[in-house]
């Protein structure tokens, strides 16, 4: 069967301070990779998505990059953090783009 | 362009009535629907899909959703509500026609039952 795992589950980060976030899949291949952020415990907001390795697309454009550098590795990064990329950040994955996404349990950051 | 909207940000429904959960769409094609269900600090877990076929669609946790085409429609039910159902329901679509693009996710839905 299929996991994801996301770490760190808590971040507490000063301003400025650089970021970066890690999802991994389990027991599948070549998945779609897929950065959502939410924010006050409300809507989703797509970040990034990936359907190979080093193939990113962002959906938004903003102060956040994200790496994609194994088949079922996906980072998120920053240089320098705002206290705006306080948020819950979930990962995700699916067999193609438009397929069911299964989640992560997601990581609090909280910026200072 | 694809878009599913949930037109109540809460929902209150007392334990063993009946619960829906309301979700509308646009798409220019045929929709692929999907209901979510998020738990505090949590993430999304997945419900029920609807591809074709028969327009009621069961799910996990006793939950079922019924695809209307003429409403553009695709609400969430469960015949009778437990506490434990208290949680954050999300609707997402995606329109066959257009390509591979992922999930749009509607902004959600709170729901919380009253023992």
């Known amino acids: 069967s299929q996991t994801i795992h996301q770490w760190p589950a808590t971040l507490v980060q000063p301003v400025g301070s650089p970021l970066s976030l890690e999802c991994t899949v389990e027991?599948?291949?070549?998945?779609?990779l897929y950065w959502y952020r939410q924010a006050a415990g409300r809507g989703l907001q797509l970040l990034f998505y990936s359907v190979g390795i080093g193939q990113i697309s962002s959906e938004v454009p903003q102060n956040l990059s994200a790496s994609r550098p194994q088949d079922r590795q996906f980072i998120l990064s920053s240089k320098k953090l705002l206290l705006s990329d306080s948020g819950f950040y979930l990962c995700?994955?699916?067999?193609?783009?438009?397929?069911?996404?299964?989640f992560g349990p997601g990581t609090r950051l909280t910026v200072l | 362009a694809q878009s599913v909207a949930q037109p109540e940000d809460q929902v209150n429904v007392a334990e063993g009535n009946p619960l829906t959960v309301k979700c509308t769409y646009s798409v220019s094609g045929n929709p692929y629907l999907f209901w979510y269900v998020q738990y505090p600090n949590r993430g999304l877990q997945f419900l029920l899909k609807?591809?074709?076929?028969?327009?009621l669609v069961k799910g996990s946790y006793g939950f079922e959703a019924e695809f209307n085409k003429s409403q553009t429609s695709f609400h969430l039910k469960k015949p009778s509500a437990l506490v434990s159902d208290s949680a954050l329901y999300f609707c997402a679509v995606r329109d066959l026609n257009s390509g591979n693009t992922p999930l749009v996710f509607g902004k959600g839905t709170r729901l919380s039952v009253i023992a």
């Open positions: 609807y591809i074709t076929g028969d327009n």
């Open positions: 995700a994955w699916s067999r193609d783009e438009g397929d069911t996404q299964y």
């Open positions: 027991g599948t291949s070549n998945p779609n």
